[in-house]
């Protein structure tokens, strides 16, 4: 079973490039997920997803933008990347209660 | 608006010590959950447990022991003759009852760091 996927695993971005976070699984979980993790820091929610059309803002949502055309997949978009958005990011999805977590993708930005 | 204090950044223990991990939450809710994840050095995050409010029984699994209490907003978390296998970032979580599934907030972690 996959889970959930994120690609690419890791990346470096220049300032001002754009890029978007892939993320899938493949459970039918209906809550979708996405969450930064700062160097030596605990994870922050910066969007999620009840459904396919609705998402919502978290914790930390400035400088990035979500879509979920489809149970499976929930993009993130980072438009403009700035050097605070350095960290790495971690997609998940739920049935209700029990989170599963990817492998995470580690984004810089120089 | 929910909070998650793990005061512990990092501790150092020589193999088969028992170490216990603290964790203090806050929250208005009377219907929330609480988690434990470990991150190894390899980066993904392991679930390791879930507690709900209205269940107070302390658990065991193995070497690991969870103790809940909610006089004093804490869920504190025990290894018991620990094992460099063990060294890893342990977040402490919690997820209020709001009709979005399991948003969680996290602590900031505690390292723990088990030496042979």
């Known amino acids: 079973n996959a889970g959930v996927t994120q690609t690419p695993k890791f990346r470096i971005l220049k300032i001002g490039q754009s890029m978007t976070l892939q993320c899938t699984q493949d459970?039918?979980?209906?809550?979708m997920y996405w969450y930064r993790q700062d160097p030596g820091m605990g994870l922050k929610l910066i969007y999620y997803?009840?459904?396919?059309?609705?998402?919502d803002k978290g914790e930390v949502p400035n400088g990035y933008n979500v879509s979920r055309s489809t149970t499976e997949d929930f993009p993130l978009r980072l438009e403009l990347a700035a050097p605070s958005q350095t960290s790495v990011y971690f997609c998940?999805?739920?049935?209700?209660?029990?989170?599963?977590f990817g492998q995470g993708t580690r984004l810089t930005v120089v | 608006a929910q909070k998650v204090t793990q005061a512990q950044t990092e501790i150092s223990v020589v193999e088969k010590e028992d170490v216990t991990l603290d964790c203090v939450y806050e929250?208005?809710?009377?219907?929330?959950?609480l988690f434990w994840y470990k991150q190894p050095p390899s980066g993904e995050l392991v679930f390791l447990i879930r507690?709900?409010?209205?269940?107070?029984q302390n658990e065991i699994s193995g070497r690991y022991s969870w103790n809940f209490q909610k006089s004093t907003s804490s869920f504190n978390f025990t290894i018991t003759a620990s094992q460099v296998v063990d060294s890893a970032v342990y977040f402490c979580?919690?997820?209020?009852?709001?009709?979005?599934?399991?948003?969680?907030?996290f602590g900031g972690g505690t390292r723990l760091m088990v030496k042979p």
């Open positions: 459970m039918n979980h209906n809550y």
């Open positions: 929250t208005r809710d009377t219907t929330y959950y």
């Open positions: 507690r709900n409010s209205f269940d107070e």
């Open positions: 998940a999805s739920s049935p209700f209660r029990e989170a599963f």
């Open positions: 979580a919690l997820s209020e009852d709001r009709g979005a599934g399991n948003m969680l907030t």
């Open positions: 997803s009840v459904g396919a059309g609705i998402t």
